[in-house]
């Protein structure tokens, strides 16, 4: 069995895994990182976002063994203890979630964006969440959170 | 999906030497196709050979009209990169429109194009632009690579290595997405060349890409969106499924290939 090693969250973390060992099964079995969600694990509705080294990825569609001495950032790792990211503190402010179930997966991949395209379009913020699907919110309030969250993320 | 042994070589020769000594080795790249295949246990390999690890794979480099992408290059690279930009704006703005933004993370044009799905943005380019395709052992034009939906003329065990594109006078590829998976369900990629206007669509064919010859010659003589409105396409051997028939996809070609030729004008 491989023995994997990445930074995740800023700690340094290792685990035996077999070779088709999902990322997402790594973050949510071995390190009970279970804000990573998994909704459709083929690859189509961005539950399961994280970022590998700075680019959001599906981590249903990644081999625990592929993220090998990479820095993987998930959703728990963005507050700053008690203190949420300006992107969560976008969402709360805005009603960009209502059961909650896309939400992390939509953070990490609006959180991607901004720092890419901080002056991202409202078209552009849509065509940038085709892989992030949301089946209750309509999407509108997730567009004005992530608007809002490109003015306090610069700030 | 199955287990297998997974390897991380970091040379193109040690990946041939995993492969060739592996009882059913397969090589993965971005693994947004392989993934979910092994998944549905329709692929089962031994042995995964990941290439991730091979720097000369990665890259890309303009030099005396030709844009030469490393296999491993991912769609996200290919899109946002300045030299792709300004020498085939057209090829930078194909890939950043597969798929979505962790898609185009993830895949590599040389996934793209050894899986050739009959409905994938890449293959298109290739046959338009006339690339040519580098694997580990020779070099393939694209008129040769491609043959037949999910078949290329690898051979078992070669690796695809770059990808060169030579750099046309004008381009453009316009795609209807499939609205769900945002494959094509039928896109269209003009190039006027040196030799002349080619013409390739993806999405339609049951044997995968291929050429529109009724569309370049009118092009030929008279590169305009004009120039094609009356020609009448075929249904003949164009694909009919739950997403749209072969009619309708006819009828597609038209219109995609009349709105690529205007964006090459523009
Ligand atoms: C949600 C979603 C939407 C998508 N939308 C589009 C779209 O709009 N347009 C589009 O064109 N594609 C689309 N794709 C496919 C995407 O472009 C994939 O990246 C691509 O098809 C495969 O590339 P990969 O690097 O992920 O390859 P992998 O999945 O790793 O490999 C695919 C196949 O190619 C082989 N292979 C990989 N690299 C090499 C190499 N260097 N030499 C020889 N064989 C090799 C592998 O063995 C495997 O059989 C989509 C995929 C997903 C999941
Ligand atoms: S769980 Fe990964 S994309 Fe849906
Ligand atoms: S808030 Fe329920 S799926 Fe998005």
Redesign the pocket.
């Known amino acids: 069995m491989p023995t994997v090693s990445m930074t995740v969250n800023g700690k340094k973390v290792s685990g035996e895994v077999e070779g088709r060992t999902l990322l997402v099964q790594f973050l949510r079995e071995n390190l009970r990182l279970t804000g990573t969600h998994v909704g459709c694990d083929t690859?189509?509705c961005g539950a399961c976002v994280v970022h590998l080294n700075g680019d959001s990825v599906k981590s249903c569609?990644m081999l625990a063994a592929q993220a090998d001495g990479a820095e993987v950032t998930t959703i728990e790792g963005l507050a700053d203890g008690e203190t949420l990211h300006p992107m969560q503190e976008a969402f709360r402010e805005h009603h960009g979630l209502q059961c909650g179930f896309c939400t992390p997966g939509m953070v990490m991949s609006a959180v991607d964006l901004v720092k890419k395209n901080p002056k991202a379009s409202e078209a552009e913020i849509r065509e940038w969440l085709e892989?992030n699907i949301c089946r209750c919110t309509g999407y509108h309030n997730i567009v004005k959170a992530i608007q809002h969250a490109q003015t306090t993320m610069s700030a | 999906m199955y287990d297998f042994a997974y390897h991380k070589p970091s040379s193109v020769s040690d990946a041939v030497a995993a492969l060739q000594g592996a009882e059913d080795g397969?090589?993965?790249?971005?693994?947004?196709?392989?993934?979910?295949t092994m998944k549905q246990r329709l692929a089962q390999p031994s042995d995964l050979i990941d290439?991730s690890g091979i720097g000369d794979l990665k890259g890309i480099s303009v030099s005396g009209g030709t844009v030469t992408i490393g296999?491993m290059t991912t769609?996200a690279a290919v899109a946002n990169s300045p030299d792709v930009q300004k020498a085939i704006p057209a090829l930078a703005h194909l890939a950043g429109h597969?798929?979505?933004a962790q898609?185009r993370n993830?895949?590599?044009i040389?996934?793209?194009i050894?899986?050739n799905?009959p409905t994938?943005?890449?293959p298109s380019a290739c046959l338009a632009l006339g690339a040519t395709i580098k694997t580990d052992s020779r070099e393939i034009p694209a008129e040769e690579f491609f043959d037949g939906m999910f078949s290329t003329a690898?051979e078992e065990g070669e690796?695809?290595v770059a990808v060169s594109f030579p750099v046309p006078e004008k381009a453009a590829y316009i795609k209807f997405?499939n609205p769900a998976?945002?494959?094509?369900l039928v896109g269209v990629f003009v190039a006027k060349t040196a030799d002349g206007v080619r013409v390739a669509v993806t999405g339609a064919g049951e044997g995968g890409v291929y050429r529109a010859s009724e569309l370049e010659g009118p092009l030929s003589s008279n590169f305009s969106a004009d120039a094609i409105k009356d020609v009448k396409l075929s249904a003949d051997g164009l694909n009919s499924d739950i997403h749209a028939s072969s009619a309708y996809r006819a009828h597609l070609v038209g219109v995609m290939a009349r709105r690529a030729v205007e964006a090459a004008n523009a």
Do not use: E, F, K, W
Not at chain 2, 26 to 36: E, K, R, S
Not at chain 2, 181 to 184: E, I, L, N, P, T
């Open positions: 690859s189509q569609t892989g | 397969t090589v993965i790249a971005g693994g947004m196709t392989l993934i979910p290439l296999a769609h597969i798929g979505d898609v993830r895949g590599t040389g996934g793209s050894a899986n799905d994938a943005c890449y690898l690796m695809v997405p998976s945002r494959y094509a």
